[in-house]
């Protein structure tokens, strides 16, 4: 079975300020990870996904097979950052169905 | 392009009634996808749907069904509601052809059951 952990339900930080989002997954075989994001009163929204490797608003994450992580980070957190942050997990026998953590809440204080 | 549609928005429910949840992917995706979303949690998936046929089922019971027409539209349908299924739902189309397997989301249905 698969399982994403996403360890700190709330996160905050002053702007300016590095922010790491921390991510772990299980699973045997060799995932599709995905960070998504949630703005206020918006919808759903990829941010960025490990194979395509490239910086999306500032933030990367990098894949860790050895430690089962897809931490996501950005050097100076902004104060448009603060949203709901989704790590997410798609098998690549199973295309379509993505497996969510519980999220973590970014607040990036003036 | 509007992205993906649901309806309706919000609506409420009593124990025991049935529901029906509609979805209109984004115009040339082919596959639709459900997910539940309690309160606190991340999305999890119900079902996926692929050329009109169902590809995938997550954990859920037989209370819950669905079916893609052939403009790749999608209802969601809930039997004998109980209360936990409170939950937002939400839609999300992709192409899912060699890879662009990119999910976009729709803004979700609402559904409170009293």
């Known amino acids: 079975a698969q399982r994403v952990t996403q360890p700190e339900k709330l996160l905050s930080v002053f702007k300016g300020a590095p922010v790491e989002l921390k991510c772990n997954y299980s699973?045997?075989?060799?995932?599709?990870l995905f960070w998504y994001v949630q703005y206020s009163r918006q919808r759903l929204q990829l941010l960025l996904r490990h194979i395509s490797r490239e910086s999306i608003k500032g933030f990367t994450a990098d894949l860790n097979k050895g430690e089962t992580s897809f931490h996501l980070k950005k050097p100076f957190a902004q104060e448009e950052d603060s949203a709901m942050y989704y790590c997410?997990?798609?098998?690549?026998?199973?295309?379509?169905?993505?497996?969510f953590g519980r999220g973590t809440q970014l607040t990036v204080w003036p | 392009d509007t992205g993906v549609t649901q309806s309706p928005t919000h609506l409420i429910k009593t124990r025991g009634q049935q529901v029906t949840l509609r979805c209109s992917p984004i115009?040339?995706?082919?596959?639709v996808s459900w997910y539940q979303q309690v309160l606190g949690q991340g999305p999890q998936f119900i079902f996926q749907y692929y050329e009109k046929e169902e590809r995938g089922r997550g954990n859920f019971p037989d209370r819950f069904s669905a079916r893609q027409f052939p403009n790749y539209s999608s209802e969601l349908n809930v039997n004998a509601l109980l209360l936990g299924d409170s939950a937002l739902y939400l839609c999300a189309s992709s192409w899912t052809n060699q890879g662009s397997y990119e999910q976009y989301f729709g803004p979700g249905t609402r559904l409170t059951v009293t």
């Open positions: 997410a997990l798609m098998k690549g026998s199973t295309l379509g169905r993505l497996y």
């Open positions: 115009s040339g995706h082919k596959s």
């Open positions: 699973y045997s075989g060799s995932p599709e």
